[in-house]
């Protein structure tokens, strides 16, 4: 039973595939990185607070549709 180049085109996708996956390599521990995340996490939710309070926050979308029986 031969293969081809199915081997040959099957590493070359798994090469190609690790380059991709080294984008996590911020140079941060990982103290830093959770610190980070935190930090950017308070950011947020005080933003999104300030847009419900001042009115202009984005309410959840209701179903238009009937609900089901």
Do not use: H, V
């Not at 180049?5 to 991709?20: C, G, L, S, V």
């Not at 959770?34 to 930090?39: G, L, V």
């Not at 005080?46 to 089901?68: D, E, L, R």
Request: avoid cysteine; aromatic fraction near 0%.
């Amino acid at each position: 039973m031969t293969r081809g180049n199915q081997r040959e085109k099957d590493r070359e996708r798994a090469a190609a595939r690790a380059t991709k996956a080294k984008g996590r390599d911020d140079g941060l521990t990982a103290d830093q990185r959770r610190e980070r995340d935190a930090k950017a996490l308070q950011e947020k939710n005080a933003k999104k607070a300030a847009a419900a309070a001042s009115g202009g926050g984005t309410a959840p979308a209701s179903s238009s549709k009937a609900p089901k029986k």
